[in-house]
């Protein structure tokens, strides 16, 4: 029994890998995403294929990759973001509303109007609005270039390094597995 639920895992693998290459091929999604749909096919494919030899060191190495590449990607990309947000000016909160989440969780998007450029800005995710006040005036940091804005720019620095570093401790399992370290 424990020899089919094995095998099953990786032809289930094996079916994902399938259903992204499918999807990247068939022109579903923008330019930007097919190497993404490209890049998960290839590496659920490859997951499969190391599941179907019983090759170990493939299959952390792997898990090390899906894991590990995706964490490092998206902090490095969140503290980019919070330095392009650089201007900081005071802005009037206008708006707060509720965002359910799963589990009964939830976030709040905050509507922030600049007087000075007349623009409206958006904080996306706060998770709590108990010391935000419809009407008062706030710092937030803005960029040129779109509508988003930070209220606490440390915090977030400090959120894409803990992704950043979470993501190179998946990758040295890599290192771990393969003896290099």
């Not at 206008?94 to 109007?113: A, C, M, N, P, V």
Request: net charge positive; hydrophobic share 50%; with cysteine.
């Amino acid at each position: 029994m424990e020899y089919v639920m094995y095998y099953a895992v990786a032809l289930m693998f094996g079916a994902v890998a399938i259903l992204f290459f499918y999807t990247g091929f068939n022109g579903s999604g923008t330019v930007d995403s097919k190497p993404l749909y490209y890049g998960i096919g290839a590496v659920f494919g490859l997951l499969s294929f190391a599941m179907f030899v019983k090759n170990g060191a493939l299959i952390e190495s792997l898990l090390g990759l899906i894991v590990g590449v995706p964490c490092v990607w998206f902090g490095i990309m969140h503290i980019i973001d919070v330095f392009q947000h650089n201007i900081r000016v005071e802005a009037i909160l206008k708006k707060i509303t509720y965002h359910r989440g799963g589990r009964g969780g939830g976030s709040y998007r905050l509507d922030f109007e600049v007087p000075q450029y007349r623009t409206k800005y958006t904080v996306d995710s706060v998770s709590s609005k108990r010391k935000f006040i419809e009407g008062e005036s706030y710092v937030i940091y803005i960029s040129k270039k779109d509508a988003k804005a930070h209220v606490h720019r440390i915090r977030n620095v400090l959120l894409g390094l803990i992704m950043v570093l979470t993501g190179l401790m998946f990758l040295s399992i890599i290192g771990m597995v393969l003896k290099i370290f």
